[in-house]
């Protein structure tokens, strides 16, 4: 095998934008990483329903394409 051809395996902090945070390995190239969601705040994991950032894609979606009319 090829010597130092492989990323560096080191520990990472990931910190979830809920707060939980916890520490894994992973070849990112970084101490710490944030996510927006984790296990502990994830509607499949809480049981809970949340919404995630749709009403910002549904307005967007509205002012590129609202006004256009249909072809048929």
Known sequence: M???????YQDVTITCSC????VTRST???A???VEVCSECHP???GKQKIV????RVERFRQ???NVQRLG
């Open 32 to 34: 710490a990483m944030t």
């Open 44 to 46: 499949f994991y809480t």
């Open 64 to 66: 590129k394409f609202g």
């Open 19 to 22: 707060g939980n945070s916890f």
């Open 2 to 8: 090829k010597a130092d051809i492989h990323p560096k």
């Open 28 to 30: 990112v190239g970084k």
């Open 53 to 56: 950032d749709t009403a910002g």
